[in-house]
T-cell receptor, first 111, second 119 residues
Framework: RKEVEQDPGPFNVPEGATVAFNCTYS??????FFWYRQDCRKEPKLLMS???SGNEDGRFTAQLNRASQYISLLIRDSKLSDSATYLC????????????FGAGTRLAVHP | SAVISQKPSRDICQRGTSLTIQCQVD?????MFWYRQQPGQSLTLIAT?????????ESGFVIDKFPISRPNLTFSTLTVSNMSPEDSSIYLC????????????????FGPGTRLTVL
């Protein structure tokens, strides 16, 4: 079993749609959780961190359920510029720190 | 945040040769990492580059194949040795440091990557 599993995608949605991505992780020692965005042929960039209380940044809302080891990302009012691959990432600390990346979910927003 | 540069940005190499990739950061950072991203795949951590000591390698990666140097807090190199076509990938370095004042604790910043093709 992969340490971080995501919806495989791709998600093809029209502009203005709401889309949700899901992610599960297997390591209960995971301490922090993130969504990164990666554009084609570019490096990943942090989109937002994910808190148990949920957090919102404009059109983006992230949720964490530690009991279920489940993370979600909701994008409202999709824009063409949201087209990218979204990577679910967990941070593990213990001895040394490291990020574990999911395989990513590709989103394509069309006019 | 941090400004990270990598050299070369891309290269095409012959089987059996070695390539050294450089990663330079514009500020001193505690932690530097090397990742590999194979075509159509997500990122896989190769190793943590430790300043002044041997790198810490992840399962499946060994020092003989991917020797790493980290002579100071702003610079690291990754060598891909005795290359084969299976090594064709994007190699990225990343950094993490509490002093980078990222938006979030434990945020890592990535370099632009080195795109390697092995013939």
């Amino acid at each position: 079993r992969k340490e971080v599993e995501q919806d495989p995608g791709p998600f093809n949605v029209p502009e203005g749609a709401t889309v949700a991505f899901n992610c599960t992780y297997s390591n209960s020692a995971s301490q922090s959780f993130f969504w990164y965005r990666q554009d084609c042929r570019k490096e990943p960039k942090l989109l937002m961190s994910v808190y148990s209380s949920g957090n919102e940044d404009g059109r983006f809302t992230a949720q964490l359920n530690r009991a279920s080891q489940y993370i979600s990302l909701l994008i409202r009012d999709s824009k063409l510029s949201d087209s990218a691959t979204y990577l679910c990432v967990v941070y593990i600390s213990g001895g040394y720190n490291k990020l574990i990346f999911g395989a990513g979910t590709r989103l394509a927003v069309h006019p | 945040s941090a400004v990270i540069s990598q050299k070369p940005s891309r290269d095409i190499c012959q089987r059996g040769t070695s390539l050294t990739i450089q990663c330079q950061v514009d500020s001193q950072v505690t932690m530097m990492f090397w990742y590999r991203q194979q075509p159509g795949q997500s990122l896989t951590l190769i190793a943590t580059a430790n300043q002044g000591s041997e790198a810490t390698y992840e399962s499946g990666f060994v020092i003989d194949k991917f020797p790493i140097s980290r002579p100071n807090l702003t610079f690291s190199t990754l060598t891909v040795s005795n290359m084969s076509p299976e090594d064709s990938s994007i190699y990225l370095c990343s950094v993490e440091d509490p002093g980078l004042a990222g938006r979030y604790y434990n945020e890592q910043f990535f370099g632009p990557g080195t795109r390697l093709t092995v013939l």
